[in-house]
């Protein structure tokens, strides 16, 4: 068969194959094309369309028993680069004026495609998804998904009914990566990814790169529009690169914020309203940071954010990717770092979103065994795979870089690091050496936390991990995964134990708040009193507490106290910080009107002062990484349910003596030992005491002229008698001339 006549029949399959929407590559046959030595031609498909012209060259015919409209010119005939078509519309003779996206040479770089192949591309999101673009003074956006093993991908929304034939995209070789750019569509544009498998029927998708998606139940991505927010934080981003966080306060406020406040239709406030009255309460009590429960596009509020669907896309639920712009630098002009929950452990199986994104896995793991968390009916990250890989690290990056996030707590960690977590013998594979450990998983933690780490020196990693796993919180160069922080889940679990306890029974279990300085040193510890604690049938922070009323709200205070005592920063879930007796509920707001009662408004300004004296006093923060940073005073008086401790400063002069007392007994003539003073004009006196009637206890404590004896008390020099309010704290700190 000639050559000519073979190009022939090879076009005319091609045609047929982009007609039934089947063809790999639409630039084969759409566009400019030379037909032989004299004459080029021009091909378009627009199956909406009655007729077509090329704009200044004149009609195209249409090719019999197709939509392929095709034009005829001799080769030395100009026409625009980027030629207009002009068509009529089927059963209305709409005019449309378009330029072809067939007319455009391929614009994603072969070093971005590279760099995301090898899993190293820290800015990813900048050629995948949706970005409005000029491309030789033409507006449009430009489209790139990596969509691996598929015969077709293509771009559908409203502006072409939806058809996927109307605008296939140019496959970049083997890479899996789809684009084509689409002149003339505006940003809030509708779009999927309607993509055709190896077998099967086509199947639509969001963009898992898209940064704006239509809330539920639309589900569908939107083309962004670019940032104008003006950012003002500056200063704030300088002084978080010199942070010294390990000797500095960190006091986190956990914030669910469709459930923190609510407008008085019942609807959650925005972020610009939020920027006017969280930031104030935050501040006013003295919080450091706010975390940020997940605010990645979600499909179903009661996952609170936990089930992400767009990665890329804040959440429409609040306002506009600009609104969270504002509120992030309103809270960075405010002194308050912003906190993100972030969910690279699982993601759910809607099938608009991520789950067998090419008709088989793709973002997940192949393997049955890896692929899927049962207990939570979500999928697994296939974290071997560099594009996924990549996908995340990108990810991490983007809100960091985008958003001015000041630190990422990374949720389920435990679930990443092991093959077996929640599963039975017989349903999971050890890995290559034999082991437990997801060592694809440990290796993406660890490149995560150094990327972090060298690209915005301040911003905290912090993982929620729940188990012995070593140095979590320790360099990847020494072994550890990287982390700034890990939560004190060992802390939390024990001292709630205790503390829920009858006060009766609390002398036999002491080493519930003693046990935690066998291993305190060990990671870089957050404390957390989370959402986690106050859902789900384990009651409300102060419906845990036992007794009447008075010694419920007397414990929480004196639990509260236990929290800011102990080494290790702090986080506490929003309505903890007033007492609400409900469970969190994310439907509604919080019990604000608990506010009236003396006793809730007690604890409030409780935890205000715990905050500023955390923050204020150096031996509170400085060393809590360090075991230099504490020493008990007597841990073993548990027949009246006792501790003292000391925290101490980088200034070894420095200290803070903390007393709490468990029982609701008062215990007069308390005496404990006391570092040793060189001058009889010292003295010690209360700086906070949780029996105050300013936080709704009975007023009893010792004034700030408590004297100094040289009485030796278990192997302190000298020691002071105290008067212990009942289930109470009292913090103490030298005078160095009496006060009265």
Aim: aromatic share 12%; proline share 6%; hydrophobic share 35%.
């Amino acid at each position: 068969m000639p050559n000519a006549v073979k190009h022939r029949a090879k076009i005319k399959e091609s045609l047929k194959r982009l007609q039934l929407g089947m063809l790999h590559d639409p630039f084969e046959v759409l566009g400019y094309h030379d037909l032989n030595a004299k004459h080029k031609i021009v091909t378009a498909f627009l199956p909406a369309a009655e007729s077509v012209s090329l704009k200044g060259k004149g009609p195209m015919p249409r090719l019999d028993g197709t939509d392929f409209f095709r034009i005829t010119l001799p080769l030395e005939d100009k026409v625009e680069k980027h030629y207009c078509l002009r068509w009529i519309e089927k059963g209305n003779a709409n005019n449309h004026e378009i330029i072809s996206p067939y007319s455009f040479a391929p614009q994603v770089g072969d070093l971005d495609i590279h760099l995301f192949r090898e899993g190293r591309h820290h800015h990813a999101w900048r050629f995948l998804g949706a970005q409005m673009s000029v491309i030789d003074d033409i507006n449009g956006c430009q489209f790139a998904v990596w969509a691996p093993g598929v015969q077709r991908v293509s771009v559908i929304g409203d502006f072409n009914g939806w058809d996927g034939r109307r605008h296939p995209m140019r496959c970049r070789g083997d890479s899996g990566i789809w684009e084509l750019f689409i002149p003339g569509l505006q940003t809030a544009d509708v779009y999927k990814y309607e993509i055709l498998p190896q077998h099967g029927p086509a199947f639509s998708k969001c963009d898992p790169y898209g940064r704006s998606m239509a809330l539920r139940p639309d589900n569908t991505s939107l083309i962004p529009v670019n940032s104008q927010h003006d950012w003002q934080d500056k200063d704030w981003l300088q002084q978080r690169s010199e942070f010294d966080w390990q000797h500095s306060p960190v006091s986190i406020y956990e914030c669910h914020v469709g459930s923190w406040r609510r407008k008085s239709d019942g609807n959650p406030m925005n972020w610009r309203q939020l920027a006017t009255e969280l930031i104030p309460w935050v501040n006013e009590l003295g919080y450091t940071h706010i975390e940020l429960l997940p605010i990645s596009e979600y499909p179903l509020d009661e996952s609170w954010g936990y089930q992400v669907s767009g990665y890329f896309s804040p959440t429409a639920r609040y306002g506009s990717a600009d609104d969270l712009r504002y509120f992030i630098d309103a809270c960075h002009q405010h002194d308050i770092g912003v906190i993100l929950d972030w969910v690279p452990a699982h993601f759910p199986k809607d099938d608009f979103a991520l789950a067998r994104f090419n008709g088989k896995p793709t973002y997940e793991h192949a393997d049955p065994q890896r692929a899927e968390h049962k207990d939570w009916g979500t999928l697994i990250f296939d974290y071997g795979r560099k594009e996924v890989h990549n996908f995340l690290l990108t990810n991490a990056v983007y809100w960091i870089e985008e958003f001015h996030i000041d630190g990422l707590r990374v949720d389920a960690v435990a679930s990443m690091l092991y093959l077996d977590y929640s599963r039975k013998q017989g349903e999971w594979s050890p890995n290559q050496y034999g082991g437990r450990e997801n060592l694809e998983a440990v290796d993406f933690l660890r490149e995560m936390n150094l990327t972090v780490h060298s690209l915005f020196p301040g911003v905290l990693t912090i993982a929620e991990e729940s188990t012995s796993w070593p140095m979590v919180s320790r360099p990847p160069e020494h072994g550890g995964l990287g982390f700034s922080l890990k939560w004190n889940m060992g802390w939390m679990n024990d001292s709630l134990s205790y503390i829920e306890s009858d006060p009766v029974h609390r002398k036999y279990h002491q080493d519930k708040l003693t046990f935690s300085q066998l291993y305190a040193w060990s990671e870089n510890f957050v404390l957390p009193l989370s959402h986690d604690e106050v859902v789900h049938g384990k009651r409300s922070m102060l419906s845990k507490m036992p007794g009447d009323s008075w010694q419920m709200m007397a414990n929480l205070r004196v639990f509260y106290a236990w929290q800011f005592a102990h080494p290790g920063k702090k986080l506490q879930f929003m309505g903890d910080e007033f007492g609400q007796w409900t469970e969190w509920n994310e439907q509604v707001d919080i019990d604000w009107p608990l506010l009236d009662f003396d006793s809730h408004s007690g604890l409030k300004k409780l935890v205000s002062d715990l905050n500023k004296l955390y923050r204020r006093q150096p031996a509170m923060h400085q060393l809590d990484h360090e075991s230099g940073g504490f020493q008990w005073i007597d841990c073993d008086d548990n027949e009246q349910s006792t501790l003292s401790l000391i925290r101490r400063a980088v200034d070894p002069q420095d200290h803070i003596i903390c007393v709490l007392n468990f029982t609701p007994v008062p215990r007069q003539g308390y005496r404990i030992g006391v570092p040793g003073t060189t001058s009889d004009l010292n003295f010690y006196g209360e700086i906070l005491n949780t029996d105050s009637s300013y936080y709704g206890g009975s007023n009893m404590g010792n004034g700030k002229s408590i004297v100094i004896d040289q009485h030796q008390w278990k192997n302190f020099p000298c020691s002071i008698q105290l008067t212990l309010p009942p289930l109470a704290a009292i913090f103490l700190t030298i005078n160095h001339e009496e006060n009265g």
